[in-house]
C-alpha cells in the first residue's frame, strides 16, 4: 500500500518521498477530503458500502456489476 500515499499525500516536497511524515498527512487528507476509499481487489465490498450510504443511486450495485462482469469478460 506504500505506493498509493504519495497519491493521497499531495505534491508538496514531503510528499516525494514515502515517509511518516508523509503517511500522517496522507492519513489526514484522506480524513478530510473523502467520503468513502476502496479498493479494486474488494470491488463488492466497496459497492455494499456505497449501497449502504447511498441507496437512491447504488440499489443493486453489486448484482449489476456481476451481471456486467460475465458480459463483458
Not at 505534491?11 to 489526514?28: D, N, W
Request: net charge negative; proline share 4%; hydrophobic share 45%.
Amino acid at each position: 500500500m506504500h505506493y498509493m500515499i504519495p497519491f493521497f499525500c499531495g505534491r508538496t516536497p514531503e510528499c516525494l518521498q514515502v515517509t511518516e511524515k508523509s503517511l500522517k498527512i496522507a492519513m489526514e487528507n484522506v480524513d478530510t477530503n473523502y467520503l468513502v476509499v476502496g479498493l479494486t481487489e474488494q470491488m463488492d465490498d466497496f459497492f455494499v458500502v456505497l449501497q449502504k450510504i447511498f441507496p437512491t443511486y447504488f440499489t443493486n450495485i453489486t448484482k449489476i456489476w456481476r451481471i456486467a462482469g460475465t458480459i463483458f469478460f
